[in-house]
């Protein structure tokens, strides 16, 4: 009788928790993936997007990696004498191939080279960052976004220029190079060969971790998304699936090695920009009578910022923030 009574009370306890079970909609694979994944992103997020603060609100904190970058991006506009503006033809003829050499080292034509490095640069930093800079920081934050993007051009010729004087060519022709040969051997030949090193390996590791989260994660889980909620896709899945069937396309190019991904992005990238920059006129047209004030809006915004994302400085930094992510300047 006792025991009855007991299982009466326990079953008449559980019943509402198994009413929660059923009406509780079952976790899909997509958000158990970035349940697993969250803790470990935050943890880096912690140490390399640690923020120093210049004002008395969150807005105003930056990322001591971006200051990072603005200090060095500064550092390389001064100390070449704004190479960036000086050379800018000089960039272009390159681009072109004028002083292309047939008999000269290297996989990928100056052109291809170009267009692998705009593959990644175009399109999310740009589009999405600008608007989440804006919808942050307001109008003015569209100044500082392209000032730190004039001041990054100085930081990729300096790694460009590194990237090739300390390159291997291999007896093949296959050609071995990167920040992890310029900082061993540029360092090794001021002395500090140890320091070199350690760097090299060290961006080595970072790069990979970089390009899991940073490359590939950000960009499948925009791009997923923006298909998902095009298509209004269901299902608890359809993230992973997309991810799985890019993974498949991204391979068939990169497992070719750089000549194939030039020879795919001269093709790819010059249409994306193309449509890029299409996009950009039509809209700008088809407002046409806004676009004084818009610039009106961008300077005032720049250098007074009141109210908005706290002040100038919060203007600066959202815009500087974004700018590191969309040219990707002294990655």
Not at 9 to 22: C, V
Not at 47 to 68: K, Q, R, S
Not at 192 to 207: D, E, K, Q, S, T
């Amino acid at each position: 009788m006792i025991n009855r009574r007991l299982l009466g009370t326990f079953m008449a306890g559980l019943l509402p928790l198994l009413g929660l079970a059923q009406n509780e909609e079952p976790k899909g694979l997509d958000q158990r993936i970035n349940e697993t994944v969250q803790p470990i992103t935050e943890m880096v997020e912690k140490i390399v997007f640690y923020p120093i603060n210049f004002g008395e609100t969150d807005a105003t904190a930056l990322p001591i990696v971006v200051i990072v970058l603005l200090l060095g991006a500064t550092f390389f506009t001064l100390y070449f004498g704004f190479v960036q503006f000086r050379n800018f033809k000089l960039a272009i003829d390159t681009v072109r191939g004028k002083y292309s050499d047939p008999n000269e080292s290297g996989e990928v034509s100056h052109f291809q080279a170009l267009t692998a490095a705009l593959s990644g640069t175009v399109g999310l930093g740009n589009i999405a960052g600008v608007a989440v800079a804006i919808s942050l920081g307001g109008p003015g934050a569209t100044f500082w976004m392209v000032t730190a993007g004039l001041l990054g051009m100085a930081s990729k010729f300096t790694e460009c220029t590194l990237g090739v004087k300390y390159r291997d060519i291999g007896p093949d022709g296959t050609v071995y190079g990167g920040p992890m040969y310029y900082l061993s051997r540029g360092l090794a030949g001021k002395g500090y060969a140890g320091l070199g090193r350690i760097l090299a390996v060290l961006f080595a590791i970072m790069c990979i971790g970089g390009s899991f989260g940073g490359g590939n994660m950000f960009q499948a889980n925009q791009a997923a998304q923006q298909f998902i909620d095009m298509f209004n896709i269901q299902g608890g899945s359809s993230g992973l699936i997309f991810g799985l069937i890019l993974a498949v396309m991204v391979a068939l190019v990169i497992i070719g090695g750089i000549k194939r991904i030039g020879l795919v992005t001269e093709r790819v990238v010059p249409f994306m920009c193309g449509v890029y920059v299409l996009a950009a006129l039509v809209i700008i047209f088809a407002n046409l009578g806004q676009v004084p004030d818009a610039f009106g809006k961008i300077f005032n915004g720049a250098f007074t910022g009141q109210g908005i994302a706290g002040g100038i400085v919060g203007v600066l930094v959202k815009g500087f923030r974004r700018a590191a992510l969309s040219h990707e300047a002294g990655l």
